[in-house]
């Protein structure tokens, strides 16, 4: 599709988007992670830099596909105005996307961020002692990175955007944990899919519901990834001033 058929309702926007699944270090050989791939995260990437913002894309541990995918886009002379910054861990995340996110119009946290990260980190491997069985491993929470920007605003106007990845349980439907999870987050839109049997991680399509910050549905979409990352755009587009 050429360039002139994508309405450019972002020029001049700055937008930060995280993609990817944080990974928390355990020693210097081992890490704690999740199977995000940031294809998703990529998608949202390249669909506002179509659409004409400028994109800073903080991209944690993206699947090798994706990298490749994000290196021919750039590489393809003025088809993306992206820059990326790298990072493992949420602590490096969340730096990365506060520093950019001081000049964004838009922030949107689509990366996989661990909850939780141990404790301490030895700068020596953990050795195994024979016969002794593993020691435990202490965790702490980690820092909410979207509430945080959701509820200091680190520019005025800023809009906040997150995404919920849920599966149904005893206590409420994916949609219900979904509401509950946007007022909780105080952000102006969250993306809630439905993930687990397949869904959601790893694969080229994705199924959304959009809600507001108080946990009213604005929108859905359902289709690629990028279909998705438009459908987001527009309801994004729709709260800019
Ligand atoms: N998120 C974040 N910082 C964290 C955890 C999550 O910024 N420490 C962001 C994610 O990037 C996503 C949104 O919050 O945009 C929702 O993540 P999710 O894991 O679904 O929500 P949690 O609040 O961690 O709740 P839970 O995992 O218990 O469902
Ligand atoms: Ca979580």
Redesign the pocket.
């Known amino acids: 599709s050429s360039v002139g058929a994508v309405p450019q309702d972002l020029a001049g926007r700055r937008v930060v988007v995280?993609a990817g699944g944080t990974r928390e270090p355990i020693d210097p050989v081992r890490f704690i992670g999740n199977r995000s791939s940031g294809r998703q995260g990529v998608a949202l990437a390249q669909a506002a830099a179509a659409r004409g913002a400028d994109v800073t894309l903080v991209a944690a541990n993206l699947a090798q596909d994706v990298t490749d995918q994000v290196d021919a886009a750039r590489g393809a002379a003025g088809r993306l105005a992206c820059s990326v910054v790298s990072v493992e861990s949420?602590a490096e995340l969340r730096s990365a996307v506060r520093a950019a996110g001081t000049e964004a119009d838009v922030v949107v946290?689509?990366?996989?961020?661990a909850?939780f990260r141990p404790a301490a980190t030895p700068d020596a491997k953990i050795k195994k002692v024979p016969g002794h069985g593993p020691a435990p491993i202490e965790l702490v929470e980690?820092?909410?990175?979207?509430a945080e920007l959701a509820h200091e605003r680190l520019r005025s106007d800023q809009v906040v955007v997150?995404?919920?990845?849920?599966t149904g349980d005893a206590s409420g439907s994916v949609l219900d944990h979904g509401r509950t999870?946007a007022r909780r987050?105080g952000a102006d839109l969250i993306a809630v899919n439905a993930v687990g049997s397949g869904r959601g991680f790893g694969t080229d399509s994705n199924e959304v519901t959009l809600l507001d910050g108080a946990g009213d549905v604005v929108g859905h979409a359902s289709g690629t990834k990028r279909e998705v990352a438009d459908a987001v755009w527009d309801a994004v587009v729709k709260l800019l001033p």
């Open positions: 995280s949420t946290m689509a990366a996989a961020v909850d980690n820092p909410d990175i979207l997150g995404f919920a990845a849920e999870k987050k």
